[in-house]
């Protein structure tokens, strides 16, 4: 990655070996290695058996779980929160494994549509839930930097499994608490 980096540097008429770039190539590539750290990871080990028995059956919500991905068709950060909500049945998984796994997925190239769809059938297989709501809202730097322009647009989308899908009370729920 390190030789594709200096190739980038060059091809955009700058010259690799001056001083503060020499070392640049390995930089972005370690950061680059980083945000798509996803790649890497296990759910196994993300989970880390942080499951645990409970009778709850009422709704678990965690809130503006910030997340930073890459938007798979420029390669530019998308950037925002994440609500991720579940119904438990039987079990309920240790709280930071939530944004574990949003980060997960998170640390990919993604679109926000398939990101979304992703958290919510992953959460749904750990914890076999009655019904998970999944919703992201974020702003693309591919909108904002260049292309259209727009500094003021925020994408939503969101993914309803279960009960959150097939039962009105429940989303209707899950949207008064995040807002
Ligand atoms: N649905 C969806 N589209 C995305 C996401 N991230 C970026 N895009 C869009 O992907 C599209 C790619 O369109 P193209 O016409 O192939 O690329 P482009 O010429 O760079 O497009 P512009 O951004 O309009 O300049 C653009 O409309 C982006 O806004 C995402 O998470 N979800
Ligand atoms: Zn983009």
């Known amino acids: 990655m390190n030789e594709h ?16 770039l020499r070392d640049t190539p390995k930089r972005a ?5 980083y945000l798509t750290q996803g ?29 930073y991905s890459l938007c798979e068709h420029h390669l530019l950060p998308f950037i925002g929160k994440a609500h991720v909500a579940y119904i438990p049945n039987g079990k ?8 574990r796994i949003v980060d997960m997925f998170a640390r990919r190239l993604q679109i926000q549509e398939q990101l979304t769809v992703e958290i919510a059938e992953t959460l749904q297989d750990v914890t076999g839930a009655a019904g998970v709501g999944v919703i992201i809202e974020a702003k693309h ?6 292309g259209v322009e727009k500094q003021n647009s925020v994408m939503k989308t969101s993914a309803m499994l279960g009960s959150f899908r097939s039962q009105q009370a429940t989303r209707t729920e899950f949207l008064s608490l995040i807002r």
């Open 5 to 20: 980096y200096a190739q980038i540097i060059e091809a955009i008429g700058e010259d690799p070996q001056r001083p503060g």
């Open 29 to 33: 590539a370690k950061a680059m290695q």
């Open 39 to 67: 790649y890497q990871q296990s759910l196994d080990e993300i989970v880390n058996d942080a499951i645990f028995p409970s009778d709850c059956s009422e709704m678990v919500l965690v809130k503006d779980i910030e997340l």
């Open 92 to 99: 309920v998984l240790g709280l930071s494994k939530v944004a």
């Open 141 to 146: 730097m591919c909108m904002m930097m260049r």
